[in-house]
């Protein structure tokens, strides 16, 4: 790593701080597109010139897959080292073959390892002040990112812990089922607990609530989506409009591509545009 100094001079005024998002995507369910709304949202930013990192905690393989990169890989080249006691602030990042979509824009990953991350979730639990690792880390060893998203496991566990300490922003995937209330009520409960009881100052934003999976041919997820906005409203969380079902998603998961790039004219990966808008103007 370089080092610099800056000679100490009341003429010279301080560097300006850099002005960061990071966004915790998070639920408690799994199969609700957490990993495809990272990689949708993570390259529409990087397309529109912002330089993006996604820091995967998940403790499934779903971001290596969507990225194509390596799914087995040794402990010291994902997040698992990151969180090592030993870390050096050389952060593991990876960087897709389509991860520079524009000129000033780029898009790099730290991958969480699978296995790794569910030994390192194990590993925090015995470690001071483990609700402030990520925060810690991102404090003390800046990533020189404008925006980083933070791609948390289906649980709320110690992981959902350290990410949620650690951003600036919530953004909440819940799929569009009679399900959805009772388990939203949970993780928003779950939210504002945590928030409270680790005292966050400033307290992380909810940025809003994502209904994924949305088939409008279904006449329940449209009786659904009728009501969703209101009661969601009702606890101060906005829900934007939904993410269109579509096979197309996990077909270029498969090809290891976002659907920007898998099929460009595609009219589904647009219903990600309001969130990024919104995203875009917290960022300028």
Not at 9 to 36: E, F, M, R
Not at 132 to 143: C, F, G, I, T, V
Not at 213 to 236: C, D, G, V
């Amino acid at each position: 790593m370089t080092t610099s100094t800056t000679p100490k001079s009341s003429n010279i005024p301080p560097a300006p701080k850099l002005k960061q998002v990071v966004l915790w995507i998070g639920a408690n369910s799994g199969g609700i597109s957490k990993t495809t709304t990272a990689i949708s949202l993570g390259y529409e930013m990087a397309r529109r010139g912002f330089k993006v990192a996604i820091i995967d905690i998940d403790t499934n393989v779903s971001m290596p897959t969507f990225c194509n990169l390596p799914i087995h890989l040794p402990a010291d080249q994902t997040m698992a080292w990151v969180f090592d006691e030993n870390f050096n602030g050389e952060w593991p990042l990876f960087t897709p073959e389509w991860g520079a979509p524009s000129k000033k824009g780029q898009l790099q990953v730290c991958l969480g390892g699978g296995t790794h991350m569910i030994e390192t979730g194990l590993k925090l639990s015995y470690r001071s002040r483990r609700e402030y690792a990520l925060a810690d880390l991102l404090k003390d060893y800046p990533l020189p990112h404008d925006f980083v998203i933070v791609d948390c496991p289906a649980s709320l566990g110690n992981l959902s812990d350290v990410a949620l300490t650690a951003s600036t922003h919530l953004l909440l995937p819940m799929d569009v089922t009679s399900k959805t209330l009772a388990g939203s009520d949970v993780l928003l409960n779950w939210i504002r607990t945590t928030v409270r009881r680790l005292r966050l100052d400033p307290e992380p934003k909810i940025l809003g609530a994502l209904p994924t999976l949305y088939n409008q041919k279904e006449w329940a997820q449209r009786e659904f989506m009728e009501t969703l906005p209101q009661t969601l409203a009702r606890q101060n969380v906005h829900c934007y409009a939904p993410v269109r079902y579509t096979p197309e998603f996990k077909n270029a998961s498969i090809a290891g591509v976002p659907l920007q790039v898998y099929r460009p004219k595609s009219k589904f990966w647009r219903d990600f545009l309001p969130i990024c808008d919104d995203l875009q103007a917290i960022l300028k």
